[in-house]
């Protein structure tokens, strides 16, 4: 399950995962976003908060997402919300396939806010 949260500034893509989710939910709904805020290329930021019930593939997630940090569609900031169900290797990998500033927050209500801050700065 992947679904976009509600409330964040218009340049801002909050994603709560949780569940079963492939390369191409996150590839349908991120592009899909991208595609109606064309105006703001390369001033993007996310939030992916990771529920503890994620049982998808990570590595696939990380794949997706840096599909969408090529230049032209480049998010500015990620911020990315876990507890230990998203892996240190699939950490690894966004770390090194993203060229933009990457955050992560332990999952908690405190954090969640904190990486909603961080990313929206």
């Known amino acids: 399950m992947i679904r976009m949260?509600?409330?964040s500034p218009d340049n801002l893509l909050a994603l709560l995962v949780g569940g079963t989710v492939i390369e191409r939910?996150?590839?349908t709904?991120?592009?899909a976003w991208l595609d109606e805020h064309e105006?703001?290329?390369g001033h993007?930021?996310?939030v992916l908060e990771v529920e503890h019930d994620f049982d998808g593939y990570d590595a696939e997630i990380v794949h997706a997402l840096s599909h969408f940090a090529a230049p032209k569609r480049r998010f500015e900031r990620?911020?990315?919300v876990a507890d230990g169900s998203f892996s240190p290797f699939a950490r690894e990998m966004l770390a090194l396939s993203y060229g933009g500033l990457l955050r992560f927050f332990p999952a908690d209500e405190t954090n969640i806010s904190l990486a909603f801050a961080w990313a929206a700065a």
């Open 25 to 27: 939910d996150i590839e």
């Open 44 to 46: 993007d930021r996310l």
């Open 5 to 7: 949260l509600s409330g």
């Open 29 to 31: 709904i991120v592009g």
């Open 78 to 80: 990620i911020a990315v």
């Open 39 to 41: 105006d703001h290329v």
